[in-house]
């Protein structure tokens, strides 16, 4: 994505971001086995979204 460093932190945000709005709509979902899904990818989603967000650069 290039070498700007400020660039991770904000891409992290908008997965978090993403992670959280798509949730509310995951929750309306008829069947329990693709909100479960939806749910564990959105997870993955906003784990790694923090961890770009908030990695150290030191």
């Given at each position: 994505m290039g070498?700007?460093?400020q660039r991770?932190?904000?891409y992290g945000?908008?997965?978090m971001?993403?992670?959280m709005i798509t949730g509310l709509w995951v929750g309306d979902l008829p069947w329990l086995a693709l909100r479960v899904a939806?749910?564990?990818a959105l997870l993955v989603l906003a784990l790694t979204g923090f961890l770009m967000t908030?990695?150290?650069y030191s």
């Open positions: 070498n700007h460093p991770t932190p904000f945000m908008l997965m971001l993403t992670a939806a749910y564990l908030f990695r150290d």
